[in-house]
Nanobody, 128 residues
Framework: QVQLVESGGGSVQAGGSLRLSCSAS????????MGWFRQAPGKKEREGVA?????????DYADSVKGRFTISQDNAKNTLYLEMNSLKPEDTGMYYC????????????????????WGQGTQVTVSS
């Protein structure tokens, strides 16, 4: 079982930046897919914004964040990052990191139900 803890959320003005971190501990750090999801206020579903294949760091991004967000990993620290630049009010939400325990291929921007391990989330609020 992997335990995930997110940090780095906060309140910023539009155009600002934040860096989210997801620290992993437990049995194994994922060698498969790892991703960041967000849940907008009032919405039930979690939207995948960025993910990468743990084996080689190959990233995938949602169209809404391409060119603004960067996902990366530090295997030595068992940490997943999400660098968020040029933030917009529509980026507001609870951000979760997640890892998968099953091989599903190299494309990792998968639906939330494909991910097995979740953190508790960190809030990001972007004001206009």
């Amino acid at each position: 079982q992997v335990q995930l803890v997110e940090s780095g959320g906060g309140s910023v003005q539009a155009g600002g930046s934040l860096r989210l971190s997801c620290s992993a501990s437990g049995n194994s750090y994922s060698k498969f897919c790892m991703g960041w999801f967000r849940q907008a206020p009032g919405k039930k579903e979690r939207e995948g914004v960025a993910a990468l294949y743990g084996g080689n760091g190959r990233p995938d991004y949602a169209d809404s964040v391409k060119g603004r967000f960067t996902i990366s990993q530090d295997n030595a620290k068992n940490t997943l990052y999400l660098e968020m630049n040029s933030l917009k009010p529509e980026d507001t939400g609870m951000y979760y990191c997640a890892t998968d325990d099953v091989w599903r291929g190299y494309y990792c921007l998968l639906p939330s139900y494909d991910y097995h391990n979740w953190g508790q989330g960190t809030q990001v609020t972007v004001s206009s």
